[in-house]
């Protein structure tokens, strides 16, 4: 297992009017972040929202191209990025204990906090297709170049963590400064990812390393 200290390239926030940031997803231009009884989109460059969507947004956010997805309580919408309207609804599989959330594969993957797993569900039913055990509090959640990475949150302690889909093992760790904690999680596909940073209000990128990368 490969461990290392996060390197935090940038931070943005913390926003007005905005207390806690919760999930995070990025559509290729904007990071867009919940923030309880809305969702912003950010423009990295800048580091300015540039607009908001009156939906709840309570927990993770994900994108899938066209549609973004996002935890509200017991429940997943589907909301189009251009007019806010939701479009579609599924129950959340934690019923409410939903962290992280993301899209790969045609499907969604949820972080479950409390219970420590990621769950792969359909996006038309909530069905559940998979489930993979982690030893610690699941926040975010996000896939890049086929690596499956999540957020944890405990006892004041953050890490970003690669973890082989199949097993659920370890096999990368981030460990985040203190005080840094991480509440949603999306890679920009690249050497990004940007974190979500609870009630500091703020979000903060952080390098991918580039062993996590090579070690197959």
């Given at each position: 297992m490969n461990r290392s200290a996060a390197e935090i390239i940038q931070e943005y926030g913390p926003f007005p009017g905005i207390e806690d940031v919760?999930?995070?997803?990025?559509?290729?231009?904007?990071?867009?972040?919940?923030?309880?009884?809305?969702?912003?989109?950010?423009?990295?460059?800048?580091?300015?929202?540039v607009r908001s969507l009156d939906v709840a947004g309570h927990a993770g956010t994900a994108f899938d191209g066209r549609h973004l997805f996002q935890l509200a309580e017991e429940r997943i919408q589907k909301i189009d990025?251009?007019?806010?309207?939701?479009?579609?609804?599924?129950?959340?599989p934690g019923g409410g204990g939903d962290s992280g959330l993301a899209w790969a594969e045609?499907?969604?993957?949820?972080?479950?906090?409390?219970?420590?797993?990621i769950l792969q569900i359909d996006p038309e039913t909530g069905a559940i297709l998979r489930t993979i055990s982690s030893d610690r509090f699941v926040t975010g959640v996000t896939w890049v170049d086929g690596e499956l990475w999540h957020g944890i949150w405990e006892?004041?302690?953050?890490?970003l963590r690669r973890i082989d889909p199949r097993t659920g093992e370890t096999l990368d760790v981030i460990e985040m400064p203190s005080g840094a904690g991480v509440s949603g999680l999306e890679s920009d596909g690249g050497?990004?990812?940007?974190?979500?940073?609870?009630?500091?209000?703020?979000?903060?990128a952080v390098r991918r390393p580039r062993q996590g990368s090579a070690a197959k």
């Open positions: 919760h999930g995070v997803t990025f559509d290729g231009q904007h990071i867009w972040f919940a923030s309880g009884d809305k969702v912003s989109a950010l423009d990295p460059a800048s580091g300015k929202t990025p251009e007019t806010g309207r939701v479009l579609a609804t599924i129950p959340a045609g499907t969604l993957w949820v972080g479950q906090y409390r219970d420590r797993k006892n004041d302690e953050s890490e050497d990004r990812f940007f974190c979500g940073g609870g009630n500091s209000g703020k979000l903060r």
